[in-house]
């Protein structure tokens, strides 16, 4: 089976952390490396959960440090109300052992497209800053990308931070409008199908308990479902799969229906961080992104389970 090659890249945080074990046990992905971002977490902590989470799979994958902050903004800090004080949900992962690699986050990302150019495919799953620079760097990276299959933007629902503006998107918005603009072709997946991509708490018990990732699964989502509940008014015990979809859509694009619409990002007052998505039947601007609508979830859950290894 031919792999797809992808650069992940990560706030690590819990459904991130959920993500990098679907990205690292699907026979369909080939992980060149994995970038790291601030976000849910600081940059440094989204490091060592990352080494940490790679660990636990047995793996070496690299893992490079990026941005700790946004382009042009302050970082407003990390959200341990949703992810725990050390952003896996308060399961004290021990220490890795491996460190990341001294190559810088952008960096890297350059220059593994550029060894590989049409081939990669990027997967950013936290704010867009990484791959903001890596394309201010370089202007030549968003037409040698295979695509950008992101995690952000809330199209025609809610936000999640504010009104209208979903997290990854909010936490960066010039940085998500240079990569919106770019040119490079893009998938969003946002806050439309993530939120319908829900796993259930029963799910749990079917982890196979001998699996090295097994504990901290349960741990970290129990803390996250909890999480979901007590703050984002969630009924019943259940938590969206945010990133993991992202990753699931770069190697199945069947799992989620596309539109292509023009999207561009506000960036300015009550509305900074919206996906502002022109529906129009004769929208004036030509489409830049396909934007997911929908979810065959059944099919993608059955994946998930497959992948973390659900009975
Ligand atoms: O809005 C959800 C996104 O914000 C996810 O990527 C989560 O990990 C946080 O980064
Ligand atoms: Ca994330």
């Known amino acids: 089976m031919e792999r797809t090659r992808i650069i992940l890249d990560v706030d690590t945080g819990v459904d991130d952390a959920l993500a990098i074990l679907y990205a690292l046990r699907s026979p369909g992905l080939d992980v060149l490396g994995i970038t790291t971002c601030f976000g849910n977490v600081d940059v440094d902590r989204a490091t060592r959960n990352t080494l940490a989470v790679v660990e636990l799979c047995g793996l070496d994958v690299p893992v490079y440090r990026g941005a700790e902050r946004p382009i042009l903004r302050e970082w407003t800090g990390p959200v341990p109300w949703i992810h725990g004080e050390d952003g896996l949900g308060n399961t004290a992962l021990p220490a890795p052992r491996r460190r990341a690699e001294s190559q810088e986050a952008a960096s890297f990302l350059r ?12 997967v950013p799953v936290a704010r ?13 990276l968003p037409r040698l990308v295979r695509g950008v299959v992101f995690m952000g933007g809330a ?3 809610p936000g999640n931070v504010t009104a209208v503006a979903e997290a990854n998107v909010w936490g960066d918005p010039e940085a998500a409008e240079i990569v919106l603009q770019s040119g490079a072709p893009l998938t969003m997946v946002g806050l439309d199908v993530t939120m319908r991509a829900r796993l259930e708490a029963h799910e749990l018990d079917r982890l196979n308990p001998a ?8 741990d970290a989502v129990s803390f996250y479902m909890n999480a979901y509940e007590e703050t984002q008014g969630v009924r019943g015990r259940w938590c969206p799969l945010h990133d993991p979809l992202a990753v699931a859509v770069a190697e199945d ?3 989620c229906t596309t539109r292509p ?4 990002i506000s960036c300015d007052g009550a509305t900074a961080g919206m996906t502002v998505v022109d529906a129009r039947p004769h929208a004036d601007k030509e489409p830049n992104v396909a934007v997911c609508v929908d979810v065959d979830v059944d099919r993608f859950l059955g994946r998930f389970r497959e992948r973390l290894g659900m009975s």
Request: with cysteine.
């Open 253 to 255: 694009p069947t799992l």
């Open 261 to 264: 619409y023009p999207v561009r």
């Open 155 to 157: 199209a025609f629902c």
């Open 211 to 218: 699996l090295p990732h097994a504990a901290l699964v349960r």
């Open 128 to 140: 867009l800053t990484n791959v903001a620079r890596a394309f201010l760097f370089d202007p030549e």
């Open 111 to 122: 220059e593994a497209i550029r060894r590989h150019p049409g081939e990669v495919a990027l």
